[in-house]
């Protein structure tokens, strides 16, 4: 979460309460237009194991902020 901050994105933690409620309110309820939920492997699929891996804190694991053009 500190790196998705660092490259400047608003990061939410749901340990942190309601994930929805927190989007609101950074938005000052309007909502996000685009979101990424990058951990927690075992609620999308039980067999990825890159985000096991990355879950883990392995080395040489780690995530990509893709930047898409628009257009």
Same mark, same amino acid.
Do not use: N, S
């Given at each position: 979460?500190? @790196? *998705?901050?660092?490259?400047? +994105?608003? +990061? &939410?933690? !749901? +340990? @942190?309460?309601?994930? &929805?409620? =927190?989007? @609101?309110? @950074?938005?000052?309820?309007?909502?996000? !237009?685009?979101?990424?939920?990058?951990?927690?492997? =075992? *609620? %999308? !699929?039980? %067999?990825?194991?890159?985000?096991?891996?990355? !879950?883990?804190?392995?080395?040489?694991?780690?995530? &990509?902020?893709? %930047?898409?053009? %628009?257009?």
């Amino acid at each position: 979460m500190r @790196l *998705a901050e660092k490259i400047g +994105a608003i +990061a &939410v933690d !749901d +340990a @942190l309460g309601d994930p &929805v409620e =927190q989007v @609101l309110d @950074l938005t000052g309820g309007e909502g996000a !237009d685009k979101g990424c939920e990058c951990v927690g492997w =075992q *609620a %999308h !699929d039980p %067999h990825g194991h890159a985000y096991r891996h990355f !879950d883990d804190r392995e080395d040489g694991w780690t995530k &990509v902020v893709l %930047h898409p053009t %628009h257009g």
